[in-house]
C-alpha cells in the first residue's frame, strides 16, 4: 500500500485565483504526524504541499502518476474545504481506483 498526503492548495491554478493567497506560516502538522506514523510501520508515503507550493492539478496529478499512490488523503479547512472537493473531483476522474480520504480540522469538526 502506498499513501500520498495532500495539502490542498488555498489559492491556486486549480481554482483560478478566487481566492487570495496567504503564506503558509505554519507547517502542517497533523499531515506531518501521519507520514510518520506510516513511515515507522514501513507504509511507503509521500507528502504534497500543495498549498505551499500553489500547485496546479496538473502537477498535482503528475506527481500521482509519479508515485502511484492507493491511497490519497487530502487535507482540509473551512477555507480550503470547496477545492479540496474540486481538487478529489478531479483526481477520482482521473485516477477512478484510488481511494481518496479527507481530514484535517473542518472534516473532523464538521463531519
Do not use: H
Amino acid at each position: 500500500m502506498r499513501v500520498l498526503l495532500i495539502t490542498t492548495p488555498y489559492r491556486s491554478k486549480l481554482y483560478k485565483g478566487l481566492v487570495k493567497q496567504t503564506p503558509a506560516t505554519m507547517p502542517f502538522l497533523g499531515v506531518a504526524y501521519l507520514a510518520a506514523v506510516l513511515e515507522k510501520y514501513k507504509i511507503p508515503v509521500n507528502l504534497l504541499d500543495a498549498w505551499g507550493e500553489n500547485l496546479s492539478f496538473e502537477e498535482i496529478k503528475e506527481e500521482i502518476q509519479n508515485f502511484k499512490p492507493d491511497i490519497i488523503g487530502i487535507t482540509c479547512n473551512a477555507i480550503t474545504f470547496g477545492i479540496s472537493v474540486e481538487l478529489a473531483k478531479k483526481i477520482k476522474f482521473s485516477f477512478p481506483d484510488i481511494l481518496i480520504v479527507f481530514g484535517g480540522p473542518y472534516v473532523s469538526a464538521i463531519p
